[in-house]
């Protein structure tokens, strides 16, 4: 036997369970990965609270919990090549990463990649979801030398990674934030901002010569904005939005990127590029507290679920 975190409901935090399940093993075309940590993304909860989303995602109960994870290859089916027992890796398997194994068929760089020595477990399964998003959203816009960008969300999972990868970009950076997070920000490269009523004319003032693009991480605010401010809506991203919903403008997210570019941020990290911050790490036991904590969306980087 073995553990999963499984949910039979639809709800809160509470419904999650850490249960003994069947211990899987690796079938033809597949290979087994011994879970080390789990890095938690909104969209885990987001699928395990509304029956709309996850439905959309082809999650039906009972189910798994979370996508993103680190650990290491523990059995080989056979056919597979390129990866080995021993090999360190991190990918993405929605709805089952929170378990001691993933089973998963290694077919795209976006599913199984092997984790450089110089990453940890706990940073690589921050990686999948968060990095490849904020690539999505940056390339939908594409973001260049000279730009100045405003992102929305600067400072949570997916803002870290689109404020770095726009800065090696050579764009500036304006990220809203709550004035808590500002000297955060500053550390990663941004000019901060605070969200919330006014934001137009607070980054009006910030940027005098305007704005060239916009990325919007959380809700329709920073479209909106952007907007107000001028900035054509093909050069305005959004992944909280349909295109309906935020006047015209790019409705993104980490499927529309490039899976070459988990290989990329992998190896800005390594060469310090990129940091991740990680907010905290809890234990599998405590769950719960781990989604609550994620779900209050005032989380400055990425939490890591380790097992």
């Known amino acids: 036997m073995s553990r999963a975190v499984m949910y039979e409901t639809f709800g809160g935090p509470e419904v999650l369970e850490v249960r003994e399940v069947p211990e899987p093993h690796a079938g033809a075309g597949e290979v087994r990965v011994r879970v080390a940590a789990v890095g938690l993304n909104p969209m885990d909860w987001v699928l395990s609270s509304r029956p709309e989303m996850a439905e959309r995602f082809g999650v039906t109960l009972p189910s798994g919990f979370a996508a993103d994870f680190a650990g290491t290859v523990d059995e080989v089916g056979e056919g597979v090549s390129g990866f080995a027992v021993g090999d360190r890796v991190h990918g993405s398997a929605t709805g ?4 001691d194994f993933v089973v998963i068929a ?12 110089e990453i940890d477990d706990r940073v690589a399964s921050t990686l999948p979801v968060a990095g490849l998003t904020a690539a999505a959203a940056l390339a939908a816009i594409g973001v260049r030398a000279g730009d100045t960008v405003l ?3 600067a400072a949570g999972g997916v803002g870290v990674f689109a404020v770095q990868l726009a800065r090696l970009a050579g764009a500036r950076v304006i990220g809203t934030a709550s004035e808590g997070t500002f000297d955060f920000l500053r550390r990663l490269g941004a000019d901060p901002v605070a969200y919330g009523p006014g934001l137009e004319e607070r980054v009006r003032a ?9 990325a919007d991480l959380h809700g329709t605010e920073t479209v909106e904005a952007a907007l107000a401010l001028g900035v054509p809506p093909e ?10 919903q935020a006047g015209g403008v790019r409705a993104t997210g980490g499927f529309d990127a490039d899976p070459r570019d988990l290989e990329r941020i992998s190896e800005a990290v390594v060469a310090g590029e990129i940091t991740v ?3 905290a790490t809890y234990p599998v036991e ?3 507290e781990a989604v609550r904590v994620q779900a209050d969306r005032h ?9």
């Open 96 to 99: 089952r990463a929170a378990a």
């Open 106 to 117: 290694p077919d795209s760089a976006r599913t199984l990649l092997r984790t450089p020595a």
């Open 151 to 153: 992102i929305g969300g």
């Open 206 to 214: 910030m940027a005098p010569e305007g704005v060239s693009g916009a």
């Open 235 to 244: 050069r305005i991203s959004t992944i909280a939005a349909g295109p309906g």
């Open 277 to 279: 911050p990680i907010h």
């Open 286 to 288: 405590e769950i719960r």
């Open 299 to 307: 989380v400055h980087g990425k939490i890591v679920v380790d097992l």
